[in-house]
C-alpha cells in the first residue's frame, strides 16, 4: 500500500512537469494552434524533445553519476544529435516545412540542436531539484526516527539507573533503623509509580515534576538528613495562570548525582535552589565534594543522559554547567520552557 502511494505520487510529480514544460515549450506558438492538426505538431514536436531529454536523464546521466566523464561526453553529444536530427527531419516534412523556405538547413539544425540541449538542461535541473527536495525529506524523517529511537534510549538508561540508586538507598536503611523501613518503602513506591507512569510521555505538568522532586528529597532526608545539611527551595515568581509542562524525570537525575558524589565526613550538604520566572525554570545545586576514602566511581551515564535529554529535547533553549569549586560543587541548568 505504501509503494502504491509513493508510485501514484511520483507519476503525478512527472505528469505535473511534463504539462508545465509542454505549456512553456509551446507558449510562443499557441497563437497558431488553431486546429487539432496544429496542436497534434505542436504536441509531437514536444514528444520528440521530452522523449531524448529523458532518455539523457536515465540513460545517460548515470554515467556521469560513475565519473565515466568520457563515455558520458560522448554519449551526451550523440543522443542531443540524434533528438536533433529527429526533430528537424519532423520538421522538413510535416510540422513546419515552410521554415526551410529560404535554404538555411544548417542553421536550421543547429536550432534544434539548441532546442534539445536547452531540454535536457531544463528536464535535468527539475529532476535534479526533486530528487534533493525527496532525498532531504527523507533525510529529516530519518533524523526524527533516529532522534526518537535515542530518546527511548536514554530513558530506558536512565530507568535501571535510578531505580538501582534508589533500592541501594532502602537496603542502607533497612540495615541502620529498619523500624523506618515501611514508610520509606511507600513514599519509594510513589516515586516509582510516577516514573512508570510518565517516563514514556513527552511532557508533563511542571507542578508533578516538583512534587517529585520534593518526594525524592524527602526520602533523601530521611535516609541522611541526620549526617547531610539537606536544603530545597523551590520559588516561583510568576503571577496568574500558570500551564507549564516539562520533560519527565530530566532534572532527577542531577539532584541524585549530587547525593550520591556529596558524602563528607566534616561538612557534607546538598543545597537545593529552584525558580521559576518569565524567562523560565532555573535549578542550581551546590553540594559538598566527597571524602577520597567515600569517593564512588562514576560512570557519567546521569550526566551524560541529562546533555543528550536537553540537546534533543530543547536544543537552544537550555543551557547546562557544572564546575568544580574549591569545596564544592555547582550545578546550574535552565530551560526557557516558554520555547518549547
Excluded at 44 to 73: D, E, M, S, T
Excluded at 162 to 167: D, E, H, I, Q
Excluded at 308 to 317: I, M, N, P, S
Aim: charged residues 20%.
Amino acid at each position: 500500500m505504501v509503494n502504491s502511494g509513493k508510485t501514484r505520487s511520483a507519476w503525478l510529480q512527472e505528469s505535473v512537469i511534463f504539462c508545465a514544460m509542454f505549456a512553456l515549450t509551446m507558449l510562443h506558438e499557441w497563437i497558431f494552434i488553431n486546429s487539432p492538426e496544429n496542436f497534434l505538431k505542436g504536441l509531437v514536436f514536444f514528444l520528440i524533445l521530452y522523449a531524448q531529454a529523458q532518455a539523457h536523464r536515465f540513460y545517460i546521466y548515470p554515467y556521469y553519476l560513475r565519473k565515466n566523464y568520457l563515455v558520458y561526453a560522448v554519449l551526451t553529444l550523440t543522443a542531443v544529435s540524434l533528438g536533433a536530427s529527429t526533430l528537424f527531419i519532423a520538421d522538413y516534412f510535416w510540422i513546419k516545412p515552410e521554415f526551410f523556405e529560404d535554404g538555411e538547413f544548417f542553421l536550421g539544425f543547429v536550432y534544434h540542436f539548441v532546442i534539445c540541449v536547452v531540454s535536457t538542461v531544463t528536464i535535468m535541473a527539475l529532476s535534479l531539484m526533486k530528487s534533493y527536495a525527496t532525498e532531504l525529506q527523507r533525510r529529516n524523517h530519518d533524523q526524527l526516527l533516529l532522534n526518537e529511537m535515542n530518546l527511548k534510549f536514554l530513558h530506558a538508561q536512565l530507568n535501571p539507573h535510578f531505580f538501582f540508586n534508589m533500592l541501594n538507598n532502602l537496603y542502607g536503611v533497612s540495615l541502620t533503623e529498619p523500624e523506618r523501613t515501611p514508610a520509606l518503602i511507600v513514599k519509594l513506591s510513589e516515586l516509582m509509580r510516577y516514573q512508570i507512569e510518565n517516563w514514556n510521555l513527552t511532557r508533563v505538568e511542571l507542578a508533578g515534576e516538583i512534587s517529585f522532586i520534593e518526594n525524592y528529597v524527602d526520602l533523601e532526608r530521611e535516609r541522611i538528613g541526620k549526617r547531610c545539611d539537606i536544603r530545597l527551595n523551590y520559588a516561583n515568581s510568576i503571577s496568574g495562570p500558570q500551564n507549564h509542562t516539562i520533560a519527565p524525570l530530566l532534572l532527577i537525575v542531577l539532584i541524585e548525582n549530587s547525593f550520591k558524589h556529596s558524602q563528607n565526613f566534616k561538612h557534607w550538604f546538598v543545597h537545593i535552589d529552584i525558580h521559576l520566572s518569565e524567562e523560565g525554570l532555573e535549578m542550581k545545586i551546590e553540594n559538598s565534594l566527597a571524602d577520597e576514602s567515600l569517593k564512588k566511581y562514576s560512570t557519567q551515564i546521569g550526566l551524560a543522559n541529562i546533555e543528550q535529554r536537553l540537546e534533543f529535547l530543547y536544543k537552544d533553549a537550555h543551557r547546562l554547567t557544572s564546575e568544580r569549586l574549591q569545596d564544592s560543587h555547582r550545578t546550574e541548568v535552565f530551560i526557557n520552557l516558554k520555547n518549547t
